[in-house]
């Protein structure tokens, strides 16, 4: 058996403790004031590893030989010292430990695990105080695990085996109360008349629902993946005192537009939300002229023309409850999923530039554990603080650490936030003309490249149906993902390779990411025309013993999958060897009958018809009104303000205070294309309307973004 090996880094004797230094400062949010704290790198190490090898990995891997130590074991405590260690939790992600994995093998020829955490040497503290530090300052409980000792375990936790027989799901006879019931309790989030639609379908089959088939039907029907309250059908009345007679002339606005229905009671009906009004405009501008749209409402974002030769594409959505769980890595995988959109468009865009928005609580609304002042969060709810700082952490280092500049953002706080933060990440992307469309051809193999699979991420979909509630660190912990951004930047590396500087013909035919859905959205919509085989046992693992559903739904982040002629293969393997990228080939597109068919250890446990994944989910119904808010007439203040007390009051508020300490952690120059920086002015400490980027050195043409 082999034996772990525990290692400490820290800051040499006379070098500054920066991180020490930061939760001193931080502690005293939670009303605790450290005398001193001191901090190490814990590295825990399992594989067969020699004294000389030890030594090696310590000196010259594992610290910094200017400014750190590393030393074997645990180090004791200082006289009166509490200790707190951080570690992650088995199953969820840890970078650093990959990174180290990967260059100790390079080093010594070990092939060993690793595992990382950090320990807090707390001085001038008190038992319950050094716990509080632990569970709302230091570590959330969602993926870390604190213990007050040093952590020394004999072996490395093993996920439990799983057993591998195909499972059929009692549906067809259920009634209306039972399918709500398994909706919820299975986290397949689907409404009635939905769960109703995949009733009348099986039945038709006549046979029960596997259980990846359900799974997939959820992934595919989720609101993260089909946007369906946006497509949904609304009908809309306006009311209100003063607002019934216009409630008519809205009605003749409408009447005649295609996809409306004006009622006698002028009721207005829109049939698809989305393609009736922000589509339905875009296609209008395009039918009188505008010939510089290359792109529109397909694909994974959206491409206009920057000039003959060159498209630009911009992709931004949310992560909000992923975020209010775990905001470092919610935010990160949010923008991580918005730089593989754009690395996803067409056959490849490079990404040249991030953006954020983020709404939070009052920070000085809101109590934090143990300190005077504030109201007490809701259950389950994070301090808006706290949220705020992790979010711009976790797209800080994603976007860095790709070398991609964050230009522009903006932060919004407001109470209403405080339960639900809004997360946007955006990334903007410069792509070839040529390489705007891709198309899915029957026989291309289905390749994945980049991260492994785990059980991290299971159901990342359908959460975003859900409803928000106290309960959902408990009960969602297995839809929060730590991102790797170095693997995504193989990824990346890998992929601008394959696709091709030139002319010359790109090694794949399409291409999409892995997101949320996993294997499930990327290779269904990928194959929604021509049907695909997959073999789920092919895809690389994490650790061993998950199922074929959660290999199948699982979204792991860092992964792209593409659509590749079989002569092609080999080519697109070397350049993954030398980019040191995981290559897996999943199956091929094209089945008789355009079927979806998912094998594991060659037993067959899913088959689907494309159409009804795709086309058969009933649309919902939405009623929609507009009432004029009734505006209650102010009351005349007391006294007037001195007007200097009234600038340094409003300059003081958080949504006009300067953000200067947000965008000073940003690389915002990056790439070397960056011709207006964020923060502008004599001294660059003012914020500018817009920051102006030169996608294409020398050409003279810039995109200005702004929010």
């Known amino acids: 058996m082999s034996t772990i090996h525990r290692f400490e880094v820290t800051p040499k004797p006379g070098q500054a403790d920066p991180i020490g230094a930061g939760v001193m400062r931080d502690a005293a949010s939670l009303g605790v004031r450290p005398a001193q704290v001191r901090t190490a790198h814990v590295y825990l190490i399992e594989g067969d590893l020699s004294e000389a090898q030890r030594r090696a990995v310590a000196d010259q891997l594992l610290a910094d030989p200017v400014t750190e130590e590393a030393r074997a074991g645990a180090r004791a405590a200082e006289a009166g010292a509490r200790v707190i260690e951080v570690h992650p939790l088995p199953g969820v992600m840890d970078p650093v430990a990959q990174s180290v994995q990967e260059a100790l093998h390079e080093l010594t020829g070990v092939s060993a695990r690793v595992a990382t955490g950090w ?16 569970q709302r300052l230091l570590a959330n409980p969602v993926i870390h695990r604190v213990v007050r000792q040093p952590l020394h375990p004999d072996r490395f936790p093993r996920p439990a085996a799983h057993e591998h027989s195909v499972r059929s799901i009692p549906l067809i006879n259920l009634t209306d109360d039972e399918l709500i019931r398994l909706s919820r309790e299975a986290h397949l989030f689907l409404s009635l008349d939905e769960m109703k639609a995949i009733q009348g379908e ?11 088939e359900l799974e997939t039907l959820a992934q595919t029907w989720s609101e993260h993946c089909v946007h369906k309250t946006l497509k949904s059908r609304i009908e809309y009345r306006a009311s209100g005192t003063g607002h019934q007679a216009s409630g008519a002339n809205e009605g003749i606005v409408w009447a005649g537009r295609p996809g409306h229905e004006v009622r006698a009671d002028g009721t207005v009906v829109i049939d698809n939300l989305l393609k009736r009004t922000v589509a339905a405009a875009t296609h209008e501008l395009i039918a009188d002229g505008i010939d510089w749209t290359l792109s529109v409402f397909k694909d994974n974002s959206g491409v206009i023309a920057l000039d003959d030769h060159h498209g630009v594409c911009i992709k931004v959505e949310t992560h909000n409850h992923p975020s209010a769980i775990e905001p470092y890595g919610g935010a990160a995988t949010g923008i991580g999923g918005c730089i593989r959109d754009v690395i996803g468009t067409g056959l490849g865009a490079q990404p040249i530039a991030s ?3 983020f709404c939070v609580g009052l920070p000085a609304s809101w109590a934090a554990e143990g300190a005077p002042g504030g109201s007490p969060l809701p259950p389950g709810t994070l301090h808006p ?10 797209v800080r280092d994603y976007g860095n650490r790709m070398g991609i500049p964050t230009v522009n953002g903006a932060v919004y706080f407001d109470d209403r936030y405080v339960g639900n933060p809004l997360v946007y990440c955006g990334c903007i992307g410069l792509i070839p003309r040529h390489l705007v469309h891709g198309q899915v051809r029957t026989g291309d193999r289905i390749i994945a490249l980049g991260g492994r699979t ?9 959460f975003s149906s859900a409803e928000l509630e106290h309960t959902a660190a408990d009960e969602f912990a297995h839809a929060v993902q730590i991102g790797n951004a170095i693997e995504e930047k193989r990824v990346l590396d890998a992929i601008m390779r394959a696709r091709g500087s030139g002319e010359a013909a790109p090694l794949f035919s399409a291409m999409t990411d892995c997101g949320a859905g996993g294997f499930s959205s990327a ?8 049907g695909a085989e997959v073999h789920l046992d092919r895809a690389p693992l994490k650790y061993p013993g998950l199922s074929y559903t959660e290999i199948w739904i699982s979204e792991a982040q860092e992964r792209m999958v593409l659509a590749v002629p079989p002569e092609s293969v080999a080519a697109l393997r070397a350049i993954c060897e030398e980019e040191q990228v995981e290559m897996a080939d ?31 989910i009933p649309m919902p119904t939405r009623g929609a009104s507009w009432s004029p808010p009734a505006v209650a007439a102010g009351k005349p203040p007391r006294g007037r303000p001195h007007v200097k007390d009234a600038l340094f009051e409003l300059l003081a508020h958080p949504n006009i205070a300067s953000k200067q300490w947000i965008i000073r952690q940003y690389d915002h120059e990056v790439r070397g294309n960056t011709v207006l920086k964020p923060l502008v002015g004599p001294d660059q400490r003012g914020p500018g309307d817009a920051a102006v980027i030169e996608p ?6 810039g995109i200005a973004i702004g929010c």
């Open 119 to 134: 320990r807090y040497d707390v001085s001038g503290v008190s038992d319950d105080e050094a716990d509080r530090l632990g």
């Open 202 to 212: 099986y039945r038709r089959l006549g046979r029960e629902p596997r259980d990846i």
């Open 355 to 357: 953006t954020d928005v």
């Open 385 to 394: 603080r706290r949220v705020l700082s992790q979010v711009v952490a976790g």
């Open 454 to 462: 785990g059980r991290d991420g299971i159901h990342g979909a359908t």
């Open 523 to 530: 290779v269904g919509e990928m194959g929604k025309d021509l």
């Open 586 to 616: 999943l199956g091929h597109f094209g089945t008789p009958g355009g079927e979806l068919i998912l094998n594991f250890h060659g037993r067959e446990v899913g088959r689907m018809g494309m159409h009804f994944l795709h086309e058969g």
């Open 696 to 701: 294409v050195a020398g050409t003279r043409r």
